[in-house]
């Protein structure tokens, strides 16, 4: 996907949420639930003109984060080899964030789910294309498992995001099934897998650089 598609897409997602931000304006109410507990139950509020602009105005910063990167990062020329997979993260990682501030939206106008099975899906899909992405991604200052030992060396950044794709793929495939149980079985199932592949790929890179520098 170009980056000029990407763009234009991502605007699209942000333009849609302005308008219903506008259109529903006047029916949701002045303190807005804005954040969920492991059970579900609302624990967090806040004002409405926050509820309604926050997300979008976010995601269009993301945007402008994400195009300038790939333009400022020294290794840049290796972006530009998995760029067509990076602007799909941001189409991804947009969306999300658009679908996130729609699922607000529709607590706030009165309808009841479980936000957890509304929302793990979509992250369990984010995590695995993530994992995608980390198979493709070339050493780089931005983009990627960036710890002392990739940065330093292409051969542990290679190995490194090999082994980082499966877990990631693993990690949204529990994050997905954690949809299923709601509560606190599926905050484990989302964030002990993501705490523990981090963990995993940082001790991996470094023994990795260990090796690499004796042999």
Known sequence: MS???????????IML???????????LPEQMASHWDAN?????????????????LVTLGMLALFLTIPNIDPLKANIEQFRGVFNLFI???????????????????????????AMLPFMGILFIFMGYLLKQA???????????????????????HQL???LFIVSGVLSFAG????GMTALWLTLFPLLGSTFILVLYSYVLYQRESKA
Request: proline letters at 3%; zero cysteines; charged letters at 10%.
């Open 3 to 13: 980056t000029r598609t990407t763009s234009i897409l991502v605007m699209f997602m």
């Open 17 to 27: 949420a302005i308008v219903a931000g506008m259109v529903l304006w006047a029916q």
């Open 40 to 56: 579900d139950q609302v624990n967090g509020y806040m004002p409405k003109v926050w509820g309604v602009w926050m997300m979008p």
């Open 91 to 117: 189409l991804f990682i947009s969306a999300f964030m658009l679908y996130m501030h729609g699922l607000t939206l529709a607590w706030n106008m009165g309808f009841q789910f479980r936000m957890s099975s």
């Open 138 to 160: 070339k050493r780089n200052f931005f983009i990627g498992i960036r710890t002392p030992w990739t940065l330093s060396s292409d051969t542990v950044w290679d190995k490194t």
């Open 164 to 166: 980082g794709s499966v």
């Open 179 to 182: 949809s299923f149980f709601g």
